[in-house]
């Protein structure tokens, strides 16, 4: 009997838009701010790695912006440039006049549509709130085909008005509506059910694309990010090194790693050149100031260092013992085998190798025991220190 081999055809991955927010929410982290030259300097490295929309800026908030989202929309090749306005028609003239320079823009328009906004903030009713939906997004509309509403505070707002202000945003003209987390408050379960409540409730919501926008007050930026994925957003919005307002927005390094690496729950895809991550990592961290943690997922220093002696012996039999993603994916060179208390013979050995040292078994055991009493004493064994101990461990033999 001959087996005929099956083809197993591959799901489709839809394709989600990654809409960077570095230089206008990341920009608005306490601390953060950043040059003209250094936000162009961000925008091109941006565009370059494959973000489809850059959010430049908030051309109304200053001078400053005004130039700087200006010269972002002249000189990006392949990313749709965005400006921020608040739902007012001086503030979305003023953006679309900042980004009328570019092939294509996008103007990001909001209001706030939660009880608690509307109250205070705005101290406007819910049927002026609707009113200014559709004046903003019309307004928007008159400059570009490409508007973006977004509801403030989306994830404490009231399911039936927030169904009726997205329902008049894509009448008016809206092409993108965000429901953003602005508080950091919800949970990846409720933003999930959220998405998907909307999108089948709505009559139009199939003329537009639904976004993500998550911050991190609780920690739950980038799974809430992925949830809304999940409930049927095809963007996401997000920053280098979830730099943003607070605890900070969603972590596209984060995000586009997660994606990549769990495809099989996640089926979907983004245009992102992931070699790139930790430059864009870097140069974000060098122009605001803001150190990465050590610890950081994806390109903090030791997201791909191993210091125990049982990992370190894991990793040099198979690489998969340990590691879920390649680090050159993510535009680290190697693995990172750190000598520390916790090392073990395998991997000192291996460290000798590499240095160049090939020492017999007595000078090794030696060697390796003054390495580890040099490890009570300091945090971290440089290649330097080894060096040093084992030329002084050869002379005096
Ligand atoms: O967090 C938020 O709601 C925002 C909006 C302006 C999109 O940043
Ligand atoms: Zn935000």
């Known amino acids: 009997m001959t087996i005929v081999p099956i083809s197993v055809p591959t799901p489709a991955r839809d394709r989600i838009v990654i809409f960077d927010t570095t230089l206008r929410d990341g920009e608005q982290s306490a601390g953060a701010s950043m040059?003209?030259?250094?936000?162009?300097?961000?925008?091109?490295?941006?565009?370059?790695?494959?973000?489809d929309v850059i959010e430049a800026g908030f051309p109304i908030a200053s001078e400053g912006d005004f130039e700087a989202v200006s010269e972002i929309a002249r000189r990006v090749k392949t990313a749709i440039p965005a400006g921020?306005?608040?739902?007012?028609?001086?503030?979305?003239?003023?953006?679309?006049?900042?980004?009328?320079?570019?092939?294509?823009?996008?103007?990001?328009?909001?209001?706030?549509?939660?009880?608690?906004?509307?109250?205070?903030?705005?101290?406007?009713?819910?049927?002026?709130?609707l009113e200014k939906v559709i004046a903003s997004v019309t307004r928007a509309r008159s400059h570009t085909d490409d508007v973006e509403w977004s509801a403030e505070d989306a994830t404490r707002t009231e399911p039936d008005f927030l169904a009726r202000c997205v329902e008049a945003a894509i009448r008016a003209g809206a092409t993108t509506i965000n429901l953003p987390d602005t508080v950091g408050y919800t949970t990846p379960d409720e933003y999930s059910a959220m998405f998907r409540s909307i999108i089948e409730r709505v009559p139009n919501a199939d003329k537009a694309v639904f976004s993500t926008h998550c911050h991190n007050d609780l920690g739950m930026a980038v799974a809430n990010s992925l949830a809304g994925v999940i409930g049927g957003a095809r963007q996401i919005e997000c920053t280098v090194n979830g730099l943003g307002e607070r605890a900070g927005n969603a972590a596209l390094e984060e995000i586009v790693m997660a994606i990549r690496t769990r495809s099989d729950v996640l089926p979907f895809t983004t245009g992102i050149r992931t070699p790139m991550l930790t430059q864009a990592s870097k140069l974000v961290s060098t122009v605001t100031g803001f150190p990465v943690q050590y610890n950081k997922a994806i390109v903090?220093?030791?997201?791909?260092?191993?210091?125990?002696?049982?990992?370190?012996?894991?990793?040099?039999?198979?690489v998969e013992t340990y590691e879920i993603m390649r680090p050159e994916d993510v535009g680290v060179r190697e693995t990172n085998l750190v000598m520390g208390k916790h090392s073990g013979r395998?991997?000192?050995?291996?460290?000798?190798?590499?240095?160049?040292?090939?020492?017999?078994?007595?000078?090794?055991?030696?060697?390796?025991?003054?390495?580890?009493a040099l490890a009570d004493r300091k945090k971290v064994v440089y290649d330097e220190d080894i060096e040093a101990l084992v030329e002084d461990e050869i002379t005096s033999a």
């Open 300 to 318: 903090g220093k030791n997201a791909f260092a191993h210091e125990s002696g049982i990992h370190q012996d894991g990793m040099l039999k198979h």
């Open 35 to 51: 040059t003209f030259d250094e936000k162009i300097q961000v925008a091109e490295l941006l565009d370059a790695m494959g973000v």
């Open 84 to 129: 921020l306005a608040r739902a007012a028609f001086k503030d979305i003239d003023r953006a679309a006049d900042a980004l009328r320079h570019a092939r294509a823009f996008r103007i990001h328009t909001f209001i706030s549509t939660s009880p608690v906004h509307m109250k205070y903030k705005l101290q406007m009713e819910a049927d002026a709130v």
């Open 346 to 372: 395998h991997a000192f050995r291996e460290k000798l190798k590499d240095l160049g040292y090939d020492l017999g078994e007595n000078a090794l055991e030696e060697a390796f025991n003054r390495m580890k």
